[in-house]
C-alpha cells in the first residue's frame, strides 16, 4: 500500500476530491493531511471524511524538526501540496527528494511564483486577455512553483470569462487530473 500525506492552507476542494478518489483503493492510502492555518475549511472536510489532520505553525516548520519528523513517521511515499502556500523548507526537500508534488491553477513559467496564487492568477490570467489558461502539477523545489513539471492540462477562455469563470473551469481541470496523475506517480516511486 503507497502512502501519501497531503498539505493544504485553505478550502481543501482538492483535498477531499483526492481522499475521495483513493477510497476505495487497494494501492494507495492517504494517511493524514496537514495545514498551517487552523481556519482552514479543509479540517472540516476531515472532520466529515473522518481523515486525520494536524495543525502546525511556522516554528514547528521553519524553526525545528517537528513537521519533518511527523513526516517521516508516516514514511510517505510521497507528498502532495494541493492549496499549500507556504515555501517547503530545505529541510523537507533534503529528506524527501522528488516525493514532493505541487499544483499550480496556471501554464507554469507563465503566473507563477510568489504572490501568485487564487484569484491572483486568474485576475492576472484575465487582465492579460489569454485565450487559455491550464493547471500544472510539478515537483516542488526550494523555490516558489520552479521544479521539474510532470502534467499540464489547458482550457480555453473566452473574451466573456471573468476570474471567477476562469478559477472554476481551472477547479474542474484539478479535479479531473490531479488524483490520476498521484496516482501514476506513487506507483512509480
Ligand atoms: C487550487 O486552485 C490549487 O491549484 C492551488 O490552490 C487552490 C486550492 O484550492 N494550489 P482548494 O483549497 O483545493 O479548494
Known amino acids: ?6 498539505f493544504a492552507s485553505g478550502s481543501g476542494s482538492n483535498v477531499e476530491n483526492i481522499i475521495n478518489y483513493f477510497q476505495d483503493s487497494n494501492e494507495v492510502n492517504v ?19 473522518k481523515v486525520s489532520a494536524l495543525y502546525f505553525n511556522r516554528t514547528s516548520f521553519y524553526q ?14 510521497l507528498i502532495v501540496l494541493a492549496g499549500f502556500l507556504w515555501k517547503i523548507p530545505e529541510n523537507l526537500i533534503q529528506n524527501f527528494p522528488n516525493k514532493i508534488v505541487n499544483i499550480h491553477p496556471a501554464l507554469l513559467p507563465k ?5 501568485m496564487y487564487g484569484m491572483h492568477v486568474h485576475k492576472s490570467v484575465k487582465d492579460n486577455n489569454e485565450t487559455e ?26 473574451a466573456t470569462d471573468t476570474p471567477e469563470t ?11 487530473h490531479f488524483p490520476k496523475v498521484i496516482h501514476k506517480i506513487v506507483m512509480e516511486q
Open 111 to 115: 503566473y507563477g511564483g510568489k504572490g
Open 166 to 176: 476562469i478559477a472554476n473551469k481551472v477547479h474542474q481541470l484539478e479535479y479531473k
Open 1 to 6: 500500500m503507497k502512502r501519501i500525506v497531503l
Open 31 to 49: 494517511k493524514c493531511v496537514l495545514s498551517n492555518n487552523k481556519e482552514a475549511k479543509v479540517f472540516d472536510r476531515c472532520n466529515r471524511l
Open 133 to 158: 489558461t491550464g493547471i500544472t502539477i510539478h515537483y516542488v523545489n526550494e523555490n516558489y512553483d520552479e521544479g521539474a513539471i510532470i502534467a499540464q492540462e489547458k482550457v480555453t477562455l473566452e
Open 64 to 77: 525545528s524538526d517537528c513537521v519533518l519528523e511527523i513526516l517521516k513517521s508516516f514514511n510517505p511515499d
